[in-house]
């Protein structure tokens, strides 16, 4: 999804919380190289069997250490799950992260 000079998130993961609620939770790296708790983060879905995706950028920071959004759009599909970092500037990514499948109920 991305790369980039900017600190990655360490041990992100993603699950479902709620019938279609993906949340994403990482690490505290803030202050390790050039990472900072306002580097915007961005959250990613993707479908392999449709081929559809969802994301999001910047609705959650580095600092608040976990994001959320709304799949309901991939009822009774299997997601892949990316995430990562930009800086608040828009200039600087981080490498992205794979976070695993998630199981869209129906």
């Known amino acids: 999804m991305s790369n980039g000079s900017l600190r990655g998130a360490i041990t992100p993961t993603a699950s479902l919380t709620a019938s279609s609620l993906v949340t994403f939770n990482w690490g505290n790296n803030i202050g390790t190289g050039i ?4 580097d915007k983060a961005f959250m990613v879905v993707y479908c392999a069997e449709t081929g559809g995706c969802m994301y999001s950028i910047g609705n959650a920071l580095r600092g608040g250490f976990t ?3 709304d799949a309901h759009l991939f009822k009774g599909q299997i997601l892949h799950t990316y995430m990562g970092f930009i800086t608040a500037d828009d200039k600087q990514a981080a490498p992205s992260a794979y976070t695993g499948i998630v199981l869209i109920p129906v």
């Open 35 to 38: 990472a900072r708790a306002g």
């Open 67 to 69: 994001g959320c959004f």
